[in-house]
């Protein structure tokens, strides 16, 4: 007969594991409804029309800034629907919860890849953009070293 001891410890490991599952079933549903919106009505046509200005410019440039104010409206639904854009919230990064600011992050790494930032450049220029706190920017920093290998430097540039 198994100890006192051993059966919280097993009772805790599965109250974990399901709080986990809670976390994997939310990032997995919404890894498959990620930018959904960019294929309504409200969004389409103005992103599809504007796609090679955007592949175009440095993320964060000047330039890059100037087509993304092109979006117009496309871009002020597109934050308005999706919260895993701090612009969604009042409050910015702040009035985000974990789950989200995974989404974000992952948002963040794949949009490095097809552009022309890589993903350091762009989290310190979203770092300023959001007021990222140091303490969340090292956060984000290691979680991508733990999710994506190799797409840090070694040796950090803004150091």
């Not at 969004?43 to 955007?54: G, K, N, Q, R, V």
């Not at 000047?62 to 701090?86: F, I, M, R």
């Not at 762009?122 to 303490?135: C, V």
Request: glycine share 4%; proline share 4%.
């Amino acid at each position: 007969m198994p100890s006192d001891y051993v059966k919280d410890l097993v009772d805790h490991k599965q109250r974990v594991a399901g709080y986990m599952q809670i976390v994997a079933n939310e990032l997995f549903k919404r890894a498959t409804v990620h930018d959904n919106s960019k294929f309504s009505p409200e969004e389409f046509d103005m992103y599809e029309a504007t796609f090679s200005e955007l592949q175009a410019y440095t993320y964060g440039s000047q330039k890059y800034k100037e087509t993304v104010k092109k979006l117009g409206p496309a871009w002020s639904h597109h934050c308005q629907v999706n919260d895993h854009h701090p612009e969604y919230f009042k409050d910015g990064v702040r009035g985000m919860n974990l789950i989200q600011l995974v989404e974000m992050l992952c948002d963040w790494l794949a949009a490095s890849e097809r552009g022309q930032t890589d993903v350091l450049q762009s989290l310190a220029i979203n770092k300023k953009k959001f007021h990222i706190d140091d303490q969340l920017f090292e956060v984000l920093k290691n979680t991508v070293k733990e999710i994506a290998p190799g797409k840090l430097p070694d040796k950090d540039p803004l150091v």
